[in-house]
Each structure stands twice: as structure tokens, then as C-alpha cells.
């Protein structure tokens, strides 16, 4: 069982920052591939950004070059640092441990645990 705990979401302007982070149990933390969704009301949950097992980041077009994923393994968090936030930013924020490769890392099917969501608000 995994455990994830999000925290660092709150209201933010236009422009501003957060940095969101996720605590999660388990020992064997630095093995795990490590993704974030969002969901913005009335809508699905959506990749944000992630990690495979090999380090390698990815990111949804719409985060690119504003949103970065980070991790310390040794506080057993990854985190995700967001940059220039816009209000259509506006969500409940989930990370969630990549679990299958059976499935493409945006989706997700790939994952099999989740937190319990973090909200961010970007408005003026």
C-alpha cells in the first residue's frame, strides 16, 4: 500500500507561483515513476506532468516551459514547481504513482495510486 499526501496548493494571482509537493510512504520511493493530473470543474482530470523510472520528465503542452517536476528521494516527495500561473490553471491538483507501462504515461490507467488532491485557485 502507497500512501501520497499533496500539499502547497492556495490561492494565487495571475503571474505568480506555487510549489506543490507530495509526501509518499513506501521504502522504496526512488524506484517509483511519479506523475501529476489535474481537474478543473466540469471537466476531466488531465496529465500535468510526470517522471518515468529512468528520470526522464514529460509535460503537457499547456505547462511547458512554466511548470517543473522535481523529486527528493530522500524526503520521499516529488514535487511540482508552477511558474507564471494563469487562471486557467484553476484545479484540484492529484499526484499519482506510475504503476504499468502497459499504458501511455498521460493516461490515467497507468496509475494505480493517487492523493487526495490539492486545490490551486489563480485569480485576481
Known amino acids: 500500500q502507497v500512501q501520497l499526501v499533496e500539499s502547497g496548493g492556495g490561492l494565487v494571482q495571475p503571474g505568480g507561483s506555487l510549489r506543490l509537493s507530495c509526501a509518499a510512504s513506501g521504502r522504496t520511493f526512488s524506484s517509483y515513476a511519479m506523475g501529476w493530473f489535474r481537474q478543473a470543474p466540469g471537466k476531466e482530470r488531465e496529465f500535468v506532468a510526470a517522471f518515468n523510472w529512468g528520470a526522464t520528465t514529460y509535460y503537457a503542452d499547456s505547462v511547458k516551459g512554466r511548470f517543473t517536476i522535481s523529486r527528493d528521494n530522500a524526503k520521499n516527495t516529488v514535487y511540482l514547481q508552477m511558474n507564471s500561473l494563469k487562471p486557467e490553471d484553476t484545479a484540484v491538483y492529484y499526484c499519482?504513482?506510475?504503476?504499468?507501462?502497459?499504458?501511455?504515461?498521460?493516461?490515467?490507467?497507468?496509475?494505480?495510486?493517487w492523493g487526495q488532491g490539492t486545490q490551486v485557485t489563480v485569480s485576481s
Open positions: 499519482a504513482r506510475r504503476a504499468s507501462v502497459g499504458y501511455a504515461y498521460q493516461s490515467e490507467k497507468s496509475y494505480d495510486y
